[in-house]
């Protein structure tokens, strides 16, 4: 029997008071439940030499793959130009999720995700981890958007199916590109490529949706607070507004500015658990500004539920202890960035 993600998250339900955001257009000040305490990494800038600047990487580069191995061994993260997406297959996307955004906070509330359920509108799935909340709304879509989209527009979702529909084809082929360059670069088998010895070779797919509103007091609000992405990797589209910063050791939190049809290509949890710790899976954030409203589009990649993770790379120790993808996500759902900790079986 195929699980569906959906399924993974309903053993794992959240307080619905986690998932209802603030109604962030009616605020005019930053409500002391969205302050978060400076650290000192957010008051420092660091100066960024250009070995410390994210590599952005040409698809079309004879180099690609190779250059792609070595920025998920240094960062976890790279930038990707000439990546095929037609430039107003994401252009639509992002149209129709400011469209989607901007309405009125009762009609999105018509989408709400239950408090055992994986779709629709609500805060961050990380949020039960963190004392604050963030300055942040987000609406979660695996497989058809439909059941959530029609509650929102009653009679005419059928525009917004059909564009999220049309990016996830599209993204499922460059993921799949990329799935096959980067098993190549770990040496991994044909069979192996194939998803291994899992009874079904569908991958999992989700796309998140998020908004980060203009805010009062951005320095002391957070949008996106720091997580790994639990995919194989994750490719997202940022609209032209800064924000995401990516942590590396050394440097500290890394701003990853965005660059016209440039697309963001995060190594998750998965992939670090795949290669062996060879790859890293970049803790990321996002910041908020008091100027301009941010949006992403987050597409998650990998493998079926039932695909039994264990190291492929097999010329060393293994570091994680072998675990289904169903299971991995139900500890990283309960410990959020212990989870690697634990699956190592130590
Ligand atoms: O908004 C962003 O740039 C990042 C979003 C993100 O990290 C996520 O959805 O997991
Ligand atoms: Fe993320």
Redesign the pocket.
């Known amino acids: 029997m195929a699980t569906t993600l959906s399924e993974a998250y309903r053993d794992n339900p959240l307080h619905l008071h986690h998932i209802i955001p603030l109604d962030f257009s009616s605020v005019r000040t930053l409500p002391d439940s969205h302050a978060w305490p400076q650290s000192e990494d957010d008051v420092h800038h660091h100066h960024l030499g250009v070995g410390s600047r994210i590599p952005i990487i040409d698809l079309m580069d004879p180099n690609a793959m190779e250059l792609i191995g070595l920025a998920c061994e240094k960062w976890g993260a790279f930038q990707l130009k000439n990546h095929g997406i037609p430039l107003r297959v994401i252009e639509e996307f992002e149209e129709e999720t400011k469209r989607l955004f901007a309405l009125p906070t009762a009609r999105k509330m018509k989408a709400l995700r239950s408090a055992a359920g994986a779709t629709g509108y609500g805060r961050a799935r990380i949020s039960p981890f963190f004392p604050k909340h963030m300055w942040h709304e987000g609406f979660t879509i695996m497989g058809s958007p439909f059941d959530d989209a029609k509650k929102i527009w009653p009679n005419d979702h059928a525009q917004f199916c059909n564009i999220v529909d049309n990016y996830q084809k599209q993204m499922k082929v460059l993921a799949e590109k990329l799935t096959y360059m980067i098993f190549t670069i770990l040496g991994i088998s044909e069979e192996q490529k194939k998803w291994g010895s899992s009874t079904n070779y569908n991958p999992c797919e989700a796309i ?1 949706l ?1 908004f ?1 509103p203009c805010c009062p007091e951005p320095n002391r609000a957070m ?2 607070a720091p ?1 790994t ?1 639990t995919s194989l990797f ?1 490719i ?1 589209h ?1 609209s032209q507004t800064n ?2 910063q990516i942590f590396k050791q050394g440097a500290g939190w890394v701003p990853v500015h965005p660059h016209p049809n440039t697309l ?1 290509v ?1 190594t998750g949890d998965i992939l670090h658990i795949l290669s062996n710790k060879r790859f890293l899976c970049a803790l ?1 954030r ?1 910041m908020v500004n008091s100027a301009t409203n ?1 949006y ?1 589009l ?1 597409y998650f990649y990998g493998p079926p539920l039932d695909y039994l993770l264990s190291p492929l790379v097999l010329h060393s120790l293994p570091c994680f202890r072998a675990l289904t993808v169903k299971e991995y996500i139900g500890i990283k759902d309960k410990n959020l960035g212990g989870a690697l900790t634990i699956s190592t079986g130590d």
Request: proline share 0%; glycine share 10%; hydrophobic share 30%.
């Open positions: 998140q998020n980060y949008g996106l997580h992405d994750t997202l940022q924000g995401l963001v995060h990321h996002v941010r992403s987050a």
